[in-house]
């Protein structure tokens, strides 16, 4: 069994995921329709740089999933069936909002060219 393999058999959380975010030149966004995803979820804080201007950035939460993510998109914990069609439309009504992600990576897997770990990192909650 490859490292692929396993990493895959422990993404066994459900979440909702909604992207290709556009700007709707009002200040808010547009998503493609919500799609179920698997997932390994991980509220934690952890600081991360998005890249080579040496911005650091606070996280909520690190999520591994099992496809490509866009940044900005955005990710909730739970059941697309759990959603109502106004929440499917529009995550921003979701209580709490489902956060968007800030940082998207994949890392190859070890001795493989065609295996990636995909994760992606999740903005803080605003109080």
């Known amino acids: 069994m490859s490292l692929g393999s396993i990493i895959r058999k422990n993404l066994v959380q459900d979440a909702v995921y909604w992207g290709n975010p556009t700007n709707k030149g009002s200040g808010g966004q547009t998503f493609s329709a ?13 600081l991360f740089n998005t890249g ?37 439309a529009d995550p921003d009504l979701l209580e709490g909002a489902a956060p968007s992600i800030k940082k998207f990576e994949k890392i190859p897997v070890l001795h ?11 903005t803080p909650l605003l109080t």
Request: glycine share 4%; aromatic share 8%.
């Open 52 to 88: 080579g201007e040496r911005l650091v950035i606070s996280s909520r939460a690190l999520v591994y999933v099992d496809r490509d993510v866009d940044e900005q998109g955005k990710l909730w914990l739970g059941l697309l069936a759990d959603l109502s069609e106004a929440q499917k």
């Open 112 to 122: 493989s060219t065609t295996e990636f770990v995909k994760v992606a990192w999740l």
């Open 34 to 46: 919500p799609v179920a995803i698997k997932c390994r979820w991980e509220d934690k804080n952890q």
